[in-house]
């Protein structure tokens, strides 16, 4: 299972595939703009000039598209991911998606021969970039197990979440909470500012407090900059945070936060624009109350300072003992 096919080459997906060639398997890319799979066919992978023709070429097709709505044509148009598919070969989606949608489209996979896994990522680009990503994988344990090698290429912790579907409900859920985290700290550092507190020293303060977070640790770090730049954009966010809200409808489940932040979200667009990085979204609070919130010696892109290491898969029940219930 040495044959990769990889569609979708943005921030986090031309990063993933970057992963794959780099660690010696045949990679055949594809993506609407060519320039993005330049640094990877200068590098020895292949180019393919449909779906249909990566899944041919392939083994295990990966997908990392921006929408289900996307990937719905990428699958399912007549030279789609699906009509290249047979027996013996995988779809692994890394997308953030609907998970009904992944169900619908693992369906039709089935039909063909093939299996299917949506396997999100969760840790930054930066992360993505090194191989040291978190991935969800939601499917069948046979299909993990077969998967699982190339996952331990891309990503360091892989936890398997069940079946298909499973992985993209929980990634929702964790961008949901780390949009909430992004608001919370606008408001923090907005407040600190206006407060008279030196901003290195509130950074500092947070970092080694109970409020610390991954979010604080990156996304603070370009907003004190001014960069704003996390390589992820206010209509990516505006699309989870609303996947987030329709698994909650679906369950009948009334929240206070997520309809605030999709407010705050909308409005961000309309001010900034869709592509605007969503970290600038402080920009709203800073225009609100007159001020800059800027401190120097801050980074204006995250790194990740981690070597690359090999991945494994994390045991969700390592710390459970029946025998202590």
């Not at 703009?33 to 000039?49: R, V």
């Not at 779906?51 to 083994?59: E, M, R």
């Not at 699982?148 to 990503?155: D, N, V």
Request: aromatic share 6%; with cysteine; net charge negative.
């Amino acid at each position: 299972m040495n044959k990769i096919g990889f569609i979708g080459l943005g921030n986090v997906g031309s990063k993933l595939a970057g992963s794959i060639l780099r660690n010696g398997l045949d990679l055949t890319v594809l993506d609407l703009d060519k320039s993005a799979a330049k640094p990877l066919l200068e590098k020895g992978a292949h180019w393919a000039d449909s779906p249909k023709l990566v899944a041919k070429a392939a083994d295990i097709v990966v997908t990392c598209l921006p929408s289900p709505a996307v990937c719905r044509t990428v699958m399912e148009a007549e030279d789609g991911v699906i009509a290249g598919l047979g027996a013996g070969k995988f779809w692994v989606e890394m997308s953030t998606t609907d998970a009904a949608e992944v169900r619908r489209l693992g369906e039709l996979v089935t039909a063909t021969g093939g299996a299917a896994a949506d396997c999100p990522v969760s840790g930054g680009c930066h992360r993505a970039e090194t191989g040291n990503i978190a991935i969800l994988a939601g499917c069948d344990r046979s299909v993990f197990e077969r998967i699982l090698p190339l996952l331990k290429i891309m990503g360091r912790r892989i936890l398997h979440t069940g079946e298909l579907g499973s992985a993209s409900t929980l990634k929702v859920m964790t961008n949901y909470l780390a949009t909430a985290n992004l608001v919370a700290l606008c408001e923090a550092l907005v407040t600190a500012k206006k407060a008279g507190l030196d901003l290195n020293t509130t950074y500092e303060a947070i970092r080694i407090s109970s409020g610390n977070s991954f979010v604080h640790e990156t996304e603070s770090q370009v907003i004190l900059n001014g960069s704003r730049d996390i390589n992820f954009t206010m209509d990516l966010v505006l699309k989870d945070i609303s996947l987030f809200q329709a698994i909650a409808n679906s369950a009948n489940v009334q929240l206070e936060i997520s309809p605030l932040l999709i407010e705050i979200f909308e409005d961000g667009i309309a001010r900034y624009g869709e592509r605007e990085w969503s970290p600038n979204i402080i920009r709203r609070l800073e225009e609100a109350n007159g001020i800059d919130v800027l401190a120097p010696g801050f980074p204006a892109q995250m790194v990740d300072d981690e070597a690359e290491e090999p991945g494994y898969e994390v045991d969700a029940f390592a710390r459970y003992s029946p025998a202590e219930n």
